[in-house]
């Protein structure tokens, strides 16, 4: 098995991991954690392959981690943000009592 | 001819260009006007007389441009495609010519003038917006007719005019008989301009186009399309030239009240008195005059030239003699009448008969100059008559007046002025030389002597009966209320400068109308002597700026002329001296008193007074004929053509029926079973939306493995 | 012979590791120099602690320690031997834990403090050649690295169930929070002008000598206003006075680490000073030439000297700062954090590229220039940080 | 070094399960630290250094902050007495299992990978300042506007909104019941908390 594989398997355990916790906690502040995992599960990817790939010169997967590190905060930052509104507003964080988009 | 335009736009002075200006100010006053709610009289009041004035200065301007350019009639076109009619463009356009540029200057001068007059007299008014509105649309109109280069746009402006005069003869419309005249004058007018329209067609059909004149010479009236429209020959012989321009007088008949269409302009009288000195003393009904001086190319085409420089054609013979009798006819009857307004109405109607007169026997500058010094000195008797009038609290009756003359000093020195003029006192007052003009060419006429005789009967008619309305208003003591001595100086130097207070309390002492009424007088007054040095036979000014010709002063003409100037000079003051006569001499004491001519001639008398039974005469054919031909309309319409649409409908509420159950029995289900199960779906699909992010989530890794195995698979295939 | 002095300490690190097979090198080599900063940097430590004590005497016109010498023997010291029972004082307290605390977390912070503070030595240039990770992103290591403070601060705080230690470590948190940025922004402007992250590389660059004198950043107005900001950015990140609010004795008992004794506090307290001193390296490294002499004519004096007598200078200032100035209000700090540090370290930045390109034309325009710019930024800064302070009669403020 | 690569992914692996299944929402956090350092370590083993520090300044520094931070703020730092698992969240693991079965199989017989052995490539910061400076420099505007707009959207939405009006005059209501309303200074003295609060 190949360091490359190694990385991947790996990454691919995280983002099950963080997909788990995404699907399964109730809590709204983990369910973003998980998503942090899982976007930190892709930025492996990108990095292994641009170690791995063919012309890691052109430092493209670099760069996009980079842009997506940036995008991630900006996510955590909104996100909580509302997560903070949320709770201001209902009193809970609890994804089962905030549904309020239900069709 | 598009071309020509804009060929022509480049060495054109630049007050052609901006012409339209001028009706285009007082048309968008009377919007701004229209569209501001809570009454604003000072805006209203403003903005109409701004843009009057405005519009003064522009048509100066455009007069200064038609002056000092050498040989030839000074005329610049501008026109541009509007609308396309079937085939071929229609073109809209105005024309600068020295015709447009006087009537310019006068309208918007006068019109100036009535507008501020009017802020006074309207003073108390609760319509005061809606009044100005209406003079503001149309002052516009009246211009338009003025530069209108083409006989659509002229069509349109006239119609305008006469909506707007309707609008300001019903202003009081709460009043019957203003109601009554203004339906009057719409319809009376409405014949002749069905003349007009019929006119205009026909001329279309003959030439193809509607511009007078254009840049490349191919209008209507210029020489190419008139020679090609003389060869033709219609009915009875009849030039069609001939025919349309008879057809156009009949507009012009209607507009300017000439026998037999004169009937609407006294009734007219209903309307506020700038109305009557705006609308039916200055402007409007001088537009009759000034289109057959528009079209006078197309009336005297094929004539030669008679040695005094009019020419003589079928169509300008009947424009003479109707001018005529319609002078006379009125002038006497307005002998008999009591009513102030009435009387000016008719002299009115009288003047203008000698416009046409003018400009059948003497040419288009006769006719004109008589139209603009009248326009002057009528404008300035009505408005002092207004002035009369609103100093007696709305009396009209002249019986009921008396030794105003002490009252306004003002008001009857001016008043005293446009009398002088109107009745053509010699020498000294513009009427003289006008009337003196038409009378000279009249003589001079070489189809018959009759007008002629006719002319200087009304001239004697026409100084008689101002002689006597002078006299019975302003002379002899004041018979509007049963006891002089109840005025008291405090109370009606009180009631002058706020006279609706004394409008409640029925009678008090006439009083001085305010500055704002007394200063357009004035300056009216001076105007009505001044013009008169612009046409005279020594210097005749005028008759060279509208032929385009320098003018030399040259007193030899008078060796002709002196003659009949004398002759006149007698008539007229026969005229007045019988009127200082009969009625200057012993002033009637009551308002119930005979009139000395009653008491003399009652027959002749009752027959004036009654106007020759003319309404009476219509009433018994005209409307007797109309009522049962509408009656006979009504029996069509109600039986035959009703019958069959109550057939169709009924046959329609059949078919109805049928549809009706159709759509209940048939459609409606299918639809209802349709749209419930659409509901329903929907239903079941926003089962899926709920708002759980998880689930969602859930989703999501349900299609991110779809999604893999898909690549998989179509790697595999 | 000055160099074989200059670079005594490497030389002898490679004979050491001649010793071992190829293999083990690197590793032993690196083995070597942390536990040569392990040994180094708690000595200065324990020696900066009586300094700090002494010095902070003397201004308060007072005797510091001064009895402590080495133990039994009559030699004194002047006192300076009085870090051996502090440091056994603290070391056999007994280690209290409040019952209903986190126990591992409550154990863990210390530890998570002090990694990432030794961390940061790693890429300190001490001297010439005395790099021991040369990173290329030296820089950015250290800065995230000190980033992962916070963390342990946190931990202390949350995991010790008081609410003092909460609220310390919530003030902590958003201070370093705050400070951080200048921090980095005005450590930004020497990379510009540098071109590199790499730190060896920054010192590389100031050493270099016109007329005698080194080109130390601190020579030039961007260089002066950087240094200023990061040095009282500094004085915040290592919790210092005028910013000692996390620990403020006076209010909140003493911060997060309120329910900490013995040797975590022990900890607790190498660390605060370890980071003091990274930081204050970092400072020196980036501004003041590093390990280089300030004249040429003094470049006989070993580098690590140089860096050891830098550092204890800064920190002396530090001491000194200490014992002058009062602490600020929770609000005043924000704002001069938000308002005003953080404006000028902008302006500094644009500063610097003016600098860099008007170096085109020779001359004094550049220093002109800058200087003025840079002195106008403070001023107008300076009255709008005033302008809203209500120097007027006291409110009362209710926490919630 | 593919052991140490192996033992870093074991012990991130293990911080992260830790994350996402402990009760107490600090103890998670902490744990996502720790699962981020492990990343970061990895990146250095793959010879990104820069993105490995990167990584601990953005996410140790900066997000696990964040995200204590908003713990605290929604008052959720003890460990709930209840389930701490949504309703169906059998079905999200079915979903995970899936998800992970696909993904492995996918790795692992897949045939286009590229080659393992090659060289290390060099990213030094230069070239990385170089390629965003030229090639990347459009993303990287973008970023930083988007990065903007994201703080100042952060900012509005956690903002506390005013309290009603009449809440306030409720108070001061209260307070003249309270105290005889001849005094004045206590009253002036009663109005920060209403000021301080919007300001906190």
């Given amino acids: ?103 | ?717 | 012979m000055f160099d074989k002095l200059d670079q005594i300490f490497v030389t002898a690190l490679h004979w050491l590791v001649g010793f071992l097979p190829e293999a083990w090198r690197p590793a032993a080599s690196s083995l070597i120099c942390i536990a040569f900063i392990l040994m180094v940097f708690p000595a200065l430590f324990s020696i900066v602690t009586i300094f700090e004590r002494k010095g902070i005497g003397r201004i308060q016109n007072r005797y510091g320690p001064n009895r402590v010498g080495i133990p039994f023997t009559k030699i004194r010291l002047a006192g300076f031997g009085q870090f051996l029972p502090d440091g056994l004082k603290m070391l056999t307290k007994e280690d209290i834990v409040p019952r209903n605390a986190d126990h591992i977390v409550h154990f863990l912070a210390p530890v998570v403090l002090l990694i990432p503070v030794l961390l940061t030595y790693a890429v300190l240039p001490f001297g010439k050649n005395m790099t021991l990770a040369d990173y290329d992103a030296g820089l950015l290591f250290f800065l995230a690295v000190g980033g992962a403070v916070e963390v342990s601060v946190f931990m202390a705080g949350w995991s010790s169930r008081n609410k003092y230690s909460l609220l310390g470590a919530m003030r902590a948190i958003a201070q370093m929070l705050s400070y951080e940025i200048p921090l980095i922004l005005s450590a930004v402007t020497v990379v510009m002008m540098v071109g590199s992250l790499n730190l060896s590389k920054i010192v590389e660059d100031q050493n270099q000598y016109t007329f005698g004198l080194a080109h130390w950043h601190v020579f030039t107005p961007w260089g002066l206003a950087g240094f200023l900001l990061f040095f009282v950015a500094s004085l915040a990140e290592s919790n210092r006075t005028p910013f000692d609010l996390p620990e403020a004795e006076s209010e909140i008992i003493a911060g997060y680490f309120t329910e900490y004794s013995g040797f975590k506090f022990a900890l607790f307290f190498l660390g605060e000073y370890l980071g003091m001193f990274a930081i204050t390296g970092l400072g020196i490294t980036l501004f003041l030439g590093g390990w280089t002499a300030p004249l040429a004519c003094l470049q006989w004096i070993p580098s690590y000297v140089w860096f050891l007598s830098k550092i204890l200078a800064i920190v002396f200032v530090f001491i000194w700062i200490r014992a002058t100035l009062p602490r600020l209000r929770m609000d005043q700090l924000m704002n001069f954090a938000w308002k005003f540090m953080l404006p000028l370290a902008l302006i500094n930045i644009v500063v610097a590229g003016i600098w860099h390109y008007m170096a085109l034309l020779p001359g004094w325009e550049r220093w002109l220039v800058c200087s003025a710019i840079l002195a106008g930024a403070y001023v107008m800064f300076g009255l709008g940080l005033m302008h809203r302070q209500k120097l007027g009669t006291r409110v009362y403020k209710f926490a919630e | ?200």
């Fill in chain 4, 1 to 200: 070094m593919p052991i140490t690569l192996i033992l870093t992914a074991v012990v991130l692996l293990f911080a992260a399960v830790a994350a996402m299944s402990l009760r107490n929402l600090v103890h998670c956090a902490l744990m996502l630290a720790i699962s981020f350092s492990g990343i970061a370590a990895i990146y250095l083993q793959l010879n990104a250094e820069f993105v490995g520090f990167t990584e601990i300044l953005v996410y140790v520094g900066a997000v696990a902050i964040l995200i204590v931070m908003a713990i605290l703020l929604t008052r959720s730092g003890e460990a709930p007495d209840r389930s701490v698992l949504t309703s169906g969240w059998a079905a999200g693991v079915a979903v995970t299992a899936m998800v992970f079965v696909i993904l492995g199989w996918a790795i692992l017989n897949s045939t286009g990978l590229p080659p393992t052995v090659t060289p290390a490539p060099s990213a030094t910061v230069k070239n990385i300042g170089d390629v965003l400076m030229t090639t990347y420099v459009l993303p990287l505007e973008i970023i930083a506007l988007m990065l903007t707009a994201a703080m100042i959207g952060a900012v509005i939405i956690a903002f506390r909104e005013e309290e009603p009006k009449e809440k306030t005059k409720m108070e001061d209501g209260r307070w003249k019941v309270e105290q005889p309303s001849t005094l004045s200074t206590p009253a002036s003295s009663l109005q920060p908390p209403a000021s301080t609060g919007e300001k906190a």
């Fill in chain 1, 1 to 103: 098995m190949t360091t490359l594989q190694i990385c991947l398997l790996t990454s691919a355990l995280l983002f099950a991991t963080g997909f788990a916790g995404a699907v399964t906690r109730r809590h709204a502040i983990l369910v973003l954690i998980g998503i942090e995992l899982m976007l930190n599960a892709a930025n492996l990817n990108l990095i292994a392959f641009w170690r791995f790939g063919p012309h890691p010169e052109l430092l493209t997967g670099f760069i996009f981690v980079l842009f997506s590190m940036a995008l991630a905060a900006a996510e955590a930052a909104v996100g909580l943000a509302l997560v903070i509104a949320i709770y201001r507003h209902k009193k809970t964080s609890n994804l089962d009592e905030v549904r309020d988009l239900k069709g």
């Fill in chain 2, 1 to 717: 001819m598009r071309l020509g335009g804009l060929a022509l736009k480049k060495k054109m002075n630049w007050i052609v260009q901006y012409l339209w200006l001028i009706p285009a100010l007082p048309l968008v006053a009377a919007g701004i006007i229209a569209v501001n709610k809570q009454p604003q009289r000072k805006l209203a009041a403003s903005l109409a007389i701004g843009s009057m004035a405005v519009g003064f200065l522009l048509s100066l301007c455009a007069f200064a441009a038609t002056l000092h350019h050498g040989e030839g009639v000074f005329r610049e076109v501008y026109s541009f495609p509007w609308i396309k009619f079937g085939g071929q463009w229609m073109d809209i356009g105005w024309v600068l010519d020295p015709l447009t540029a006087v009537m310019l200057m006068m309208v918007t001068f006068v019109g100036m003038l009535i507008f501020i007059f009017s802020v006074g007299y309207m003073a108390h008014d609760q319509n005061f917006m809606r009044f100005f509105c209406f003079l503001a649309l149309f002052a516009s109109g009246m211009l338009g007719v003025i530069i209108a280069n083409n006989l659509f746009l002229f069509f349109v402006s006239w119609e305008i005019v006469g909506l707007t005069s309707y609008l300001l003869i019903g202003f009081w419309y709460h009043k019957p008989s203003a109601a009554a005249a203004a339906k009057k004058a719409f319809i009376t007018t409405r014949i002749g301009d069905l003349g007009l329209l019929l006119g205009m067609v026909w001329l279309y059909a003959q030439t193809g186009t509607l511009n007078l004149y254009t840049a490349d010479h191919t209008g209507c009236l210029e020489a190419s399309a008139l020679s090609q429209m003389a060869t033709h020959v219609t009915i009875g012989g009849l030039g069609v030239t001939t025919a349309i321009g008879l057809l156009i007088f009949l507009g012009a008949v209607g507009k300017s009240g000439q026998v037999p269409l004169h009937v609407w302009l006294p009734d007219a009288m209903e309307g506020p008195t700038p109305v009557s000195a705006l609308i039916h003393a200055a402007t409007m009904v001088a537009a009759g005059v000034f289109l057959v001086a528009r079209v006078y190319p197309l009336m005297s085409f094929g004539a030669p030239l008679t040695e005094h420089g009019a020419s003589v054609t079928t169509a300008l013979t009947v424009v003479t003699w109707v001018g005529a009798i319609t002078a006379i006819f009125s002038a006497s009857i307005a002998v008999a009448q009591n009513d102030i307004k009435r009387i000016l109405a008719y002299s009115t109607v009288s003047q203008l008969g000698y416009m046409m007169m003018g400009l059948g026997v003497g040419g288009v500058a006769v006719g004109m100059f008589h139209l603009i010094t009248h326009a002057f000195f009528k404008a300035l008797l009505f408005l002092g008559s207004g002035s009369v009038i609103h100093g007696c609290h709305e009396e009209q009756d002249v019986r009921k007046m008396g030794g105003l003359r002490k009252y306004m000093p003002v008001t009857f020195a001016v008043y005293g002025i446009g009398m002088l003029a109107l009745s053509g006192f010699p020498l000294f007052f513009s009427g003289f030389w006008s009337k003196d003009e038409i009378l000279h060419h009249a003589h001079k006429w070489p189809v018959s002597q009759i007008p002629f005789y006719l002319g200087c009967a009304g001239a004697l008619f026409t100084a008689f009966y101002m002689t006597r309305q002078v006299a019975l208003v302003f002379y002899g003591k004041y018979r509007g209320h049963a006891d002089e001595s109840s005025h008291d100086q405090s109370h009606s130097s009180h009631s002058s400068h706020s006279s609706h207070v004394a409008a409640e309390d029925g009678h008090d002492t006439p009083h001085e109308s305010p500055a704002v009424m007394t200063v357009p007088l004035i300056i009216l007054a001076v105007f009505a002597i001044l013009l008169s040095v612009l046409g005279t036979p020594a210097w005749p000014w005028f008759e060279g700026y509208l032929k385009g010709e320098a003018t030399i002063l040259d007193w030899s003409r008078f060796g002709d002329t002196w003659v009949l100037m004398l002759v006149s000079s007698v008539i007229v003051l026969t005229g007045i001296t019988l009127g200082v006569f009969l009625y200057g001499k012993r002033q009637r004491q009551t308002a119930e008193e005979k009139d000395v001519l009653e008491a003399a001639q009652p027959v002749v008398f009752r027959i004036l007074q009654n106007k020759y039974y003319i309404d009476e005469l219509y009433e018994l054919t005209v409307i007797r004929f109309n009522a049962f031909a509408a009656s006979f309309c009504d029996f069509l319409d109600t039986w035959i053509f009703g019958g069959a649409v109550l057939l169709v409908s009924y046959a329609t509420l059949g078919l109805a029926w049928l549809y009706r159950l159709t759509d209940e029995y048939f459609v409606n289900l299918g639809f209802d079973t349709g749209c419930e199960a659409l509901r329903e779906s929907g239903g079941l699909s926003s089962k899926l939306h709920s708002g759980r992010v998880q689930t969602y989530l859930r989703v999501i890794g349900v299609a991110l493995v779809l999604l893999i195995l898909f690549l998989i698979w179509g790697r595999k295939a």
